[in-house]
T-cell receptor, first 112, second 112 residues
């Protein structure tokens, strides 16, 4: 099956800092999503981004499908950004029939 | 309604008990999923239902029995579980189009 690698595994930053999280995947995909999992376990969808660039407030993401990687940028970090960030991909013909495969995640801690 | 609702939020059960987890979505999504997440690990796909039919079973033990009564509901029936089955169980749905997956807040299961 497809391999999804995220880096770094852990990241500790001061409030106000910027960060870049990376996701590499081993094969072509028809879906790529970034999620934030809060301490209560809720997976919050940040971006659906199989290709291109998107921005939402302090967060932005870029996927270069031809080179099989995606980047998540967090600017002006706040303590509420703490948690685990997952990259997840789907192969196959699309349409949600194959399920998402998750990377191991980046555990982000923002200190006040 | 853009949510996936899971009940119960917490469940403690003995190894001889029978219990069920429930998942509901009213977004008209055609695909629904069960994921299992152990502590400090990424979610792992268990089952995929597409158009109310089971399309993927990721070699899950028979003590986990999924059911899709209609296009809005997904159940996971539990019987004779082991302590190692304790985990966060996440339900998700997908429209199969360009919006990605939406996850519920999960059921935190403890088997004693």
């Amino acid at each position: 099956g497809i391999q999804v690698e995220q880096s770094p595994p852990d990241l500790i930053l001061q409030e106000g800092a910027n960060s870049t999280l990376r996701c590499n995947f081993s094969d072509s995909v028809n879906n790529l999503q970034w999620f934030h999992q809060n301490p209560w376990g809720q997976l919050i969808n940040l971006f659906y981004i199989p290709s291109g660039t998107k921005q939402n407030g302090r967060l932005s993401a870029t996927t270069v499908a031809t080179e099989r990687y995606s980047l998540l940028y967090i600017s002006s970090s706040q303590t509420t950004d703490s948690g685990v960030y997952f990259c997840a991909v789907e192969q196959g013909s699309g349409g949600g029939a194959d399920g998402l495969t998750f990377g191991k995640g980046t555990h982000l801690i923002i200190q006040p | 309604d853009t949510e996936v609702t899971q009940t119960p939020k917490h469940l403690v059960m003995g190894m001889t008990n029978k219990k069920s987890l429930k998942c509901e979505q009213h977004m008209g999504h055609r695909a629904m999923y069960w994921y299992k997440q152990k502590a400090k690990k990424p979610p792992e796909l268990m089952f995929v239902y597409s158009y109310e039919k089971l399309s993927i079973n990721e070699s899950v033990p028979s003590r986990f029995s999924p059911e899709c009564p209609n296009s809005s509901l997904l159940n996971l029936h539990l019987h004779a579980l082991q302590p190692e089955d304790s985990a966060l169980y996440l339900c998700a749905s997908s429209s199969g189009q360009n919006y990605g997956y939406t996850f519920g807040s999960g059921t935190r299961l403890t088997v004693v």
